[in-house]
């Protein structure tokens, strides 16, 4: 049974920092791509970044270039994602994922970015 367990979620003042972490089991995490989700209220299912396999290539939206760092570690069944100068808009409840869509996440964890 696939299981992610996000963690990491805070409120935060514009400019900070935060790490979020994803803890899978079930599944041979070093098979999968992995993916951080984002939905914001009112708003879909947003994809933020990704990371393959074996951690060597990554991607990210647009909005978060720059800022945000994905990463993974095969040993521990873990990745993160590095969240620097933080903005008011990146305030969403954020997933891990197995899959792009979505369909396989964790329960989320919130990061709120006010001052």
């Known amino acids: 049974q696939v299981q992610l367990v996000e963690s990491g979620g805070a409120q935060v003042q514009p400019g900070g920092s935060l790490t979020l972490t994803c803890t899978a089991s079930g599944f041979t995490f070093n098979h999968y791509w992995m993916y951080w989700l984002r939905q914001a209220p009112g708003t879909g299912l947003e994809w933020v970044a990704e990371?393959?396999?074996?951690?060597?290539?990554?991607s990210y939206i647009d909005s978060v270039k720059g800022r945000f760092i994905i990463s993974r570690d095969n040993a521990r069944n873990t990745f993160s994602l590095q969240m620097n100068n933080l903005k008011v808009e990146d305030t969403a409840l954020y997933y891990c994922?197995?899959?792009?869509?979505?369909?396989?996440r964790g329960q989320g964890t919130q990061v709120t970015v006010s001052g």
């Open positions: 990371i393959n396999a074996g951690g060597g290539a990554t």
């Open positions: 994922a197995r899959d792009m869509m979505g369909t396989e």
